[in-house]
């Protein structure tokens, strides 16, 4: 059983619903321009590219949110 601070620390790092509706908001605007709009095949590889980079800069900022609050 998680300690109740660990899970504290993650319904608060994960329940940032400004971040996470803005990740979203680019990722899905950007395949929805790359994949429908404009369908080429580099702009689909670039819209990757910055969905890869979107995802890596929530994962970042959860985790640093996360440790800021668990209490080891």
Request: net charge positive; charged share 20%.
């Amino acid at each position: 059983m998680a300690d109740p601070s660990a899970r504290d620390a993650n319904r608060a790092a994960l329940g940032d619903r400004l971040r996470n509706r803005l990740a979203l908001a680019v990722v899905t605007l950007t395949a929805f321009v790359a994949f429908v709009l404009v369908p080429d095949q580099r702009l689909q590889y670039a819209a990757a590219l910055v969905a890869f980079t979107v995802w890596m800069a929530w994962f970042v900022a959860a985790a640093v949110d996360w440790l800021s609050r668990a209490d080891f």
